[in-house]
């Protein structure tokens, strides 16, 4: 991915935050999550679909490194290149020109030697510097090794960018700062080194412009003295030796060589006057051209590399640094459904009016699910599930390259607490996508958790309202009333939709008797006796009122659901019906319309989850569970229906703990075959 320098500066700046900040002490991980659901926001908005690393890493990157350093003074020092090494840039090449003109007055003040040590040492070490860079160019290394002078120096820019005194740059900071100069180290190393060789490079070429300078501007106040002298040459090993120096200007310029008279008669520092100009002139010239002239050519050829390695940053994307952001990233997954039974399909759009936004379930950094039906065969989906305990519809072309899993009827869907399973599965099937899947799960679980607070909720109202009915004297027809308002409300909360409002209307004129119960109050299950059969001919009629009462959203199973109900409700309203009759069972009324409350909550939750038979066999359980988990606890509930409710109701704990019991101890076994 190609990126600006500043761009990759803070994105390098993040990893090591990152990294280094494993506790996530100075950006929290809502924060960090919150980045990454801002920058996911902003590339869909721009039409990434699905989204990758490269959509959000550089968003997210500045909104973690903004936070960090408004909190780190060490952290904004690093955000940005430091003003060190712009001053070491520019300062070098000028220090340098200083250099160069102090050199030459400190050697020499008032002649020019033909044979001058400091004119031959600038020479030789630029002529070196030359064959050395030749060498290099002529070898071509296939990699850049991230170490040596390079290196170090880049390191120890790095370091004078940090604020404060050592002491402060401990802890924390200090670990951030070097995993960023590991990271910022291996990025930035070709393009430092560009940039110092375009900066030694100036500086040297200043350096010998400053000697030069140096012997024109003390040519105007100064008579110089120029020859040679030597102990063991004599004037032919002299004039060879000035030949050969001064023959790049003789050669390219055209100018005449000096002849061996004239060296002969410069021997001891005989020459003055006009012939010294010739001479400074020869010397600047010769600076110009071998030193100053390639310098500057050279500078500027490091100094274009660098420019077009600062337009072409490159960020690796595929990295192990960005597995983090990887796995936070949100997925798009499509699975296909293939339902073994008509009756999986409307439970497939009743869990999906439950937990889908616009078609897809969603979680909360923006991952989503969508099941799609054989008639969306156009759609490629990630994986197909064959759920059913039957022989599954044939695949969609589309969806025969997609892994498979089977999933039984009663795995999945019959109780919300068994919802996970899905997902569990689709984790398995999927590894690559495990961390999204289980986002999607804590999504899904949060909203079935919350669905269970507010049946609580409604349960507890409805609840204390039955109690109020009872303790005024209240008719069957408030009853009644209620009980559709409950059912409304549950119908509501898990998909059903709202019913349509209904009048009061008149029991059938068959009730049935109160379940059988032990001696300590126990309520006995409906089993096998002529009692169980009452029970079910009176709740047949009391599933009829149950699909009027809900708008007929029992979806064909109301008759064997309401034989559940038989036993409870029906009593509970003949009782009440009993109008003028002194009543004595006040608590056994209370306690009939809390079992009659706790089983509509469990039907009504799970209305067109299971087929018929397996519904009634759930519902079944659920009823006997019903019946002795509210005399198990009768106690603590009747005195929770006095004292009211609170900051923190007693009769909500109360039903939690009782409905998560029973759903947690339900389990549908697998049909056979």
């Not at 006057?273 to 051209?289: E, I, Q, S």
């Not at 892994?403 to 109780?415: I, W």
Request: hydrophobic share 50%.
């Amino acid at each position: 991915m190609h990126v600006s320098w500043q761009q990759l500066r803070s994105v390098t700046l993040a990893q090591a935050i990152e990294h280094a900040d494993s506790e996530r002490t100075l950006v929290s991980q809502t924060e960090w999550d919150e980045a990454t659901r801002q920058a996911v926001a902003a590339a869909r908005g721009r039409g990434a679909a699905p989204v990758g690393v490269a959509d959000v890493v550089l968003e997210r990157a500045a909104a973690v490194v903004a936070r960090a350093a408004g909190r780190d003074a060490t952290v904004a020092a690093l955000q940005q290149p430091g003003t060190p090494a712009r001053w070491l840039a520019r300062g070098l090449p000028l220090a340098a020109l200083l250099l160069g003109l102090a050199l030459d007055r400190i050697a020499n003040a008032h002649r020019v030697d033909l044979l001058s040590p400091p004119l031959l040492l600038v020479l030789g070490w630029n002529l070196a510097i030359y064959a050395l860079l030749l060498w290099h160019a002529w070898r071509r290394p296939a990699h850049e090794q991230a170490h040596g002078l390079p290196a170090a120096l880049l390191h120890w820019v790095l370091r004078r960018q940090l604020p404060g005194s050592r002491a402060a740059r401990r802890g924390l900071a200090a670990r951030i700062a070097a995993d960023f100069y590991a990271r910022w180290s291996a990025l930035a190393l070709a393009r430092f080194t560009q940039q110092a060789a375009c900066v030694l490079h100036l500086s040297a070429a200043a350096w010998a412009a400053g000697i030069a300078l140096s012997l024109l501007l003390r040519g105007l106040v100064v008579s110089y003295h120029f020859g040679w002298e030597s102990t063991f040459l004599d004037a032919a090993q002299v004039h060879a030796i000035v030949s050969l120096l001064f023959a790049p200007l003789t050669l390219l310029l055209g100018l005449a060589p000096f002849s061996l008279q004239e060296i002969a008669a410069t021997q001891n520092f005989a020459g003055e006057g006009a012939a010294g100009a010739r001479w400074v002139w020869m010397y600047v010239g010769l600076l110009a051209l071998v030193v100053v002239l390639p310098r500057l050519l050279l500078a500027a050829w490091a100094g274009w590399r660098q420019a077009r390695l600062a337009r072409q940053g490159r960020l690796d994307l595929q990295g192990g640094g960005f597995d983090t952001l990887r796995q936070a990233l949100p997925a798009d997954l499509c699975v296909g459904l293939l339902c073994a039974a008509p009756a999986q399909e409307q439970a497939l759009r009743i869990l999906l009016a439950q937990h889908a936004e616009h078609g897809a379930m969603v979680s909360a950094q923006g991952d989503r699910l969508r099941l799609l039906r054989p008639s969306d065969a156009a759609t490629p989906v990630d994986a197909v599930i064959a759920w059913g305990d039957g022989p599954a519809p044939e695949a969609p072309a589309a969806w025969q390259q997609a892994p498979r899993l089977a999933l039984g009827g009663a795995e999945f869907g019959p109780s919300w607490v068994q919802d996970g399973v899905l997902l569990e599965r689709l984790a398995a099937l999927l590894p690559a996508q495990q961390p999204a899947l289980e986002r999607l799960q804590q999504a899904w679980q949060a909203g079935n958790e919350a669905r269970f607070a507010q049946s609580l909720q409604a349960l507890a109202g409805h609840l204390r309202a039955c109690a109020a009915l009872v303790q005024a004297g209240q008719d069957a027809a408030h009853y009644t009333r209620l009980l559709q308002e409950l059912d409304a409300t549950l119908g509501k909360l898990h998909g059903h939709g709202a019913p349509p409002a209904q009048p009061p209307r008149q029991l059938p004129a068959a009730t049935p008797a109160a379940p059988t119960r032990t001696g300590d109050g126990t309520a006995l299950a409906m089993g096998t006796s002529a009692g169980a059969a009452a029970g079910a001919a009176a709740g047949a009629k009391v599933g009829a009122m149950i699909d009027l009462g809900t708008g007929g959203m029992t979806l064909g199973v109301g008759t064997a659901l309401g034989a559940l109900l038989g036993g409870t409700t029906a009593w509970a309203l003949r009782t009440l019906q009993k109008k003028g009759e002194k009543r004595d069972d006040t608590d056994e009324l209370q306690r009939h319309m809390v079992e009659a409350a706790c089983t509509r909550y469990l039907v009504l939750s799970h209305l067109g989850r299971l087929p018929a038979r397996q519904a009634d066999d759930l519902g079944a359980h659920w009823h006997a569970e019903v019946t002795g988990t509210v005399a198990a606890h009768w106690p603590q509930l009747a005195a929770a229906l006095q004292a009211g409710p609170a900051p923190a109701d007693p009769l909500q704990a109360l039903l939690q703990t009782m409905l998560r019991g029973i759903l947690q101890r339900s389990r549908v076994p697998r049909a056979p075959g």
